[in-house]
């Protein structure tokens, strides 16, 4: 068997298209553009590429873009009031503070010091107890991307066996309780599972969210299961030059899963997509309008 390839960077792009009509039409119809800021503290390269990116398309969808770039020793008393303020102005309807910050600031504190409502990464103490309690929450990008694919992959995923591996934060535990609000039956494994690969071959759904660069190969998947890989391991490749491979060993899981989001071009692109999704519906929730369907977990 060869898998369907899902094509995220597509489905991206149809995303931030019905972002960008809904964007017209709140500005049209109600005088509002929704604004997206970003924090960034420090020079991390990756960090910058990142924030450039979102920056970018964020203007690309008619948002506000604001942009706030602090030196690596700020304060964790000026990161906070930076915080507080962007907190406080009514044209930002989304707030995110890059990950990692310089090791002198308290991430949980920082994080916690964002308006709940505002907190478009969905890491708020506030919005991962709303999500695990069935409470309208903001959701983390990363997972909410990868349930749209799913979603759209399978229509419902009720009674699916799913396996998350991986317990991040970020993505293992959102993503457990993403798909078992949509009645999956869900199993987070991670590095102590015994026998991951018997575990993993029980899943419809297979989520790789390890961070281990092609450590899931095709006898971890059962077949015809679909494959959705999160991991960007960036590798050494042939000649000396570096590339992006995925936690899951394309080319083995390919030939035996039904389908597989492939890296680059899989669940990567969706992120952003999904930062742009949850502050349009952050816009809307703070004026009272109805929120955009399909958008939202
Ligand atoms: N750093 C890497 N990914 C992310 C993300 O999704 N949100 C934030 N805030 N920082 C990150």
Same mark, same amino acid.
């Given at each position: 068997?060869?898998?369907?390839?899902?094509?995220?960077?597509?489905?991206?792009?149809?995303?931030? +298209?019905?972002?960008?009509?809904?964007?017209?039409?709140?500005?049209?119809?109600?005088?509002?553009?929704?604004?997206?800021?970003?924090?960034?503290?420090?020079?991390d390269?990756?960090?910058?590429?990142?924030?450039?990116?979102?920056?970018?398309?964020?203007?690309?969808?008619?948002m506000?873009?604001?942009?706030?770039?602090?030196?690596?020793?700020?304060?964790?008393?000026?990161?906070?009031?930076?915080?507080?303020?962007?907190?406080?102005?009514?044209?930002?309807?989304?707030?995110?503070?890059?990950?990692?910050?310089?090791?002198?600031?308290?991430?949980?504190?920082?994080?916690?010091?964002?308006?709940?409502?505002?907190?478009?990464?969905?890491?708020?103490?506030?919005?991962?107890?709303?999500?695990?309690?069935?409470?309208k929450?903001?959701?983390?990008?990363?997972?909410?991307?990868?349930?749209?694919?799913?979603?759209?992959?399978?229509?419902?995923?009720?009674?699916?066996?799913?396996?998350?591996?991986?317990?991040?934060?970020?993505?293992?535990?959102?993503?457990?309780?993403?798909?078992?609000?949509?009645?999956?039956?869900?199993?987070?494994?991670?590095?102590?599972t015994?026998?991951?690969?018997?575990?993993?071959?029980?899943?419809?759904?297979?989520?790789?969210?390890? +961070?281990?660069?092609?450590?899931?190969?095709g006898?971890?998947?059962?077949?015809?299961?679909?494959?959705?890989?999160?991991?960007?391991?960036?590798?050494?490749?042939?000649?000396?030059?570096?590339?992006?491979?995925?936690?899951?060993?394309?080319?083995?899981?390919?030939?035996v899963?039904?389908?597989?989001?492939p890296?680059?071009?899989?669940? +990567?692109?969706?992120?952003?997509?999904?930062?742009?999704?949850?502050?349009?519906?952050?816009?809307?929730?703070?004026?009272?309008?109805?929120?955009?369907?399909?958008?939202?977990?």
């Open positions: 068997m060869t898998a369907t390839i899902i094509d995220g960077k597509a489905f991206a792009a149809r995303v931030r +298209g019905e972002v960008a009509e809904h964007v017209a039409r709140l500005k049209s119809e109600h005088g509002i553009t929704p604004g997206l800021a970003v924090v960034l503290v420090g020079e390269p990756a960090s910058q590429v990142y924030v450039r990116n979102k920056g970018k398309q964020t203007v690309e969808a008619g506000a873009s604001f942009e706030r770039k602090l030196p690596a020793e700020t304060s964790e008393r000026d990161l906070l009031a930076v915080v507080e303020e962007l907190n406080n102005d009514p044209a930002v309807h989304g707030i995110l503070v890059q990950l990692p910050l310089p090791k002198h600031l308290n991430e949980d504190l920082v994080i916690n010091s964002i308006a709940p409502e505002k907190d478009v990464d969905g890491f708020h103490i506030s919005n991962v107890g709303r999500l695990a309690t069935g409470q929450a903001m959701v983390p990008c990363t997972p909410l991307g990868c349930l749209m694919l799913l979603r759209d992959h399978f229509g419902s995923l009720s009674g699916k066996n799913a396996v998350v591996v991986g317990r991040s934060n970020i993505v293992g535990k959102p993503m457990a309780q993403l798909l078992l609000r949509d009645s999956a039956t869900v199993t987070i494994a991670h590095s102590r015994q026998d991951l690969p018997e575990v993993c071959r029980r899943a419809d759904i297979l989520v790789a969210a390890v +961070g281990r660069p092609e450590m899931i190969t006898d971890y998947v059962k077949p015809g299961a679909v494959v959705i890989d999160v991991g960007i391991n960036r590798v050494e490749g042939e000649g000396g030059k570096t590339k992006l491979v995925g936690d899951v060993d394309f080319e083995s899981a390919s030939a899963a039904g389908a597989i989001t890296v680059p071009g899989g669940v +990567g692109p969706m992120t952003i997509a999904c930062l742009l999704a949850n502050t349009l519906t952050s816009c809307c929730r703070a004026h009272g309008l109805p929120e955009p369907e399909g958008l939202t977990a």
